[in-house]
């Protein structure tokens, strides 16, 4: 989704910066110009919010992971083993 978000967002860089815009009115400026609207509302409505959904379920895997790793290693130290320190050194 994010290289797709990226594209899009790259065409719509590209038609700002074209040399159509030398001429807003001829049929290739016209064409170019529906697709970045095209392109622009499945960005906004598709693929913005799953590029958002799937972040949050990364992080979501990511926090329960971490969290599995934590209770692991609590474990590992529970047990008390009594080690005996000299006074003299």
Excluded: W
């Excluded at 209770?71 to 009594?82: D, G, L, R, W, Y």
């Amino acid at each position: 989704y994010f290289v797709s978000f990226l594209a899009i967002s790259c065409f719509k860089i590209g038609f700002i910066f074209s040399t159509l815009l030398a001429d807003p009115y001829s049929l290739e400026a016209q064409i170019y110009y529906g697709f970045v609207q095209i392109f622009q509302v499945v960005q906004l409505y598709v693929l913005g919010p799953r590029l958002i959904l799937g972040v949050r379920e990364y992080h979501a895997e990511l926090v329960a992971n971490s969290d599995t790793a934590t209770a692991m290693t609590s474990i590992a130290f529970q047990e008390h083993v009594h080690v005996s320190t000299s006074s003299s050194v």
